[in-house]
């Protein structure tokens, strides 16, 4: 039973193009997302979050999306730079002290 | 600052060793995570430790998998013994209350 889903294992974008990446999830009780970034051989490294009480939060060229009645989650990249390619996942927990449940990642790819 | 430390960084043995992966977590920080990703099933939390004491190893495999946290600054994940279905990649976090988790750069472990 996959409580969050990436449904695109990859996705491939152009260089100084956005960069979109979705989460679904089933859980009505998740009321905080992460994503994170994974470059190979390296561990995930936290990028940004979003509560339940916001539906927007942006972070420099990285903004998050949450639509709580779709259940789902979006990952916001403009402009993508080489440097983004790497593996984002997505994970959501009851609150921001509870264990986190992950998505299986989306591989995206900049191309120059 | 130093990150959470692994080691090793890869481990090749072969079936029916003890395999021993260590982590060393951020300092201060007072959860601490160990998770295992293959391609088949993703990112698993496998236990975690807050205040050095396991709250929940319901994601431990087999009773061939121990986890301990002797003080603040290390923790052991042991399997005893291993299986070429162990091969995988091994993670620690750790964080603190109300902020986000911080990955080490994993073990890769390959049981022959």
């Known amino acids: 039973d996959q409580q969050v889903k990436q449904n695109s294992p990859s996705l491939s974008v152009q260089e100084g193009r956005i960069s979109i990446l979705n989460c679904d999830y089933t859980n009505s009780m998740f009321d905080y997302f992460l994503w994170y970034k994974k470059y190979p051989a390296e561990g995930p490294t936290f990028l940004i979050s979003i509560s339940s009480i916001k539906d927007k939060n942006e972070d420099g060229r990285f903004t998050v999306f949450l639509n709580k009645s779709a259940k789902h989650l979006s990952l916001h990249i403009v402009p993508s730079q080489p440097g983004d390619s790497a593996v984002y996942f997505c994970a959501a927990s009851q609150d921001s002290n509870y264990q986190l449940i992950w998505g299986a990642g989306t591989k995206l790819i900049i191309k120059p | 600052d130093a990150g959470v430390i692994q080691s090793p960084r890869h481990e090749v043995t072969e079936m029916g060793q003890e395999v021993t992966l260590r982590c060393k977590p951020i300092s201060g920080h007072d959860y601490l995570f160990w998770y295992r990703q293959t391609m088949m099933r993703g990112l698993e939390l496998l236990i975690y430790f807050n205040n050095n004491v396991p709250i929940d190893d319901s994601g431990m495999p087999e009773d061939r998998f121990s986890a301990k946290m002797p003080n603040a600054s290390f923790s052991t994940l042991k399997i005893q013994p291993s299986e070429p279905r162990d091969s995988a990649v091994y993670f620690c976090?750790?964080?603190?209350?109300?902020?986000?988790?911080?990955f080490g750069d994993g073990t890769r472990l390959s049981i022959l």
């Open positions: 976090a750790s964080r603190i209350w109300g902020q986000p988790q911080h």
